[in-house]
């Protein structure tokens, strides 16, 4: 079975500056997608970016960027410009590409404060 | 909007009541999913749904039930509602592509007492 783990429960930057949040996951397949979501307190969980195992090319959503490295099994997220309103949960995601029904697994969260 | 909705946003309710927390999307998704998450935010899935009357109960043992009797319709039932009960609810939905995000609705905080 999959797993996927953060291992920073907590994390904290500074506005405007740059911060990566950690996500290591373990599998056996070679096609999946990974996934991070935003979870605002008190609010709904909102998808932040998507990256294909199969694309070479880290995805990028304006300050956000991921850097995948497969063989590594690793799938950080980059956030630069901290803006107060990033504050929140985040999780990392996966999903098996070689079945249509398999559900999403999560990682267990960091939660990112900012600091004006 | 297309969308996904959970009621009631919040509840409190005795030991031993029956309880249904609703979840609808507007969306068209086959795919529909119920977590609880911890106090700690971890999420634990505890049902899901891929289509018309196919439910499958997830990774965390759970007390509840589901039903999926329309495809934009999956409520979550617990009979008999007990203070372990207490958390937080979120409802998701899917398109069928496997690169297809999940969307959640905006949960529901559930207190028994």
């Known amino acids: 079975a999959q797993t996927v783990t953060q291992s920073q429960p907590e994390m904290s930057v500074q506005e405007a500056e740059t911060v990566t949040l950690s996500c290591t996951y373990d599998t056996s397949e070679s096609d999946y997608y990974l996934f991070w979501y935003k979870q605002p307190p008190s609010r709904q969980m909102i998808l932040v970016i998507r990256q294909e195992a199969y694309k070479q090319q880290n995805a990028t959503e304006n300050r956000f960027s991921v850097n995948f490295q497969k063989a590594a099994k690793s799938f950080s997220l980059k956030i630069s410009d901290s803006q107060l309103g990033d504050a929140a949960m985040y999780f990392c995601?996966?999903?098996?590409?070689?079945?249509?029904?398999?559900?999403?697994?999560f990682g267990k969260g960091t939660r990112l404060s900012v600091i004006a | 909007e297309a969308d996904i909705y959970q009621t009631p946003r919040y509840l409190v309710i005795g030991t031993g009541k029956k309880i249904t927390l609703e979840c609808s999307q507007t969306m068209g998704h086959d795919k529909m999913y119920w977590y609880q998450q911890d106090p700690g935010m971890e999420l634990h899935l505890i049902h899901y749904?891929?289509?018309?009357?196919?439910?499958e109960k997830g990774d965390l043992s759970s007390e509840s039930t589901v039903s999926r009797i329309r495809t934009e319709h999956f409520p979550l039932t617990l009979e008999s509602a007990r203070p372990s009960h207490t958390s937080q609810y979120l409802c998701a939905s899917s398109e069928t592509k496997l690169r297809a995000e999940s969307v959640f609705g905006q949960g529901t905080r559930l207190t028994v007492v």
């Open positions: 995601a996966y999903r098996s590409a070689h079945s249509g029904n398999t559900p999403l697994v």
């Open positions: 749904s891929y289509g018309v009357n196919s439910t």
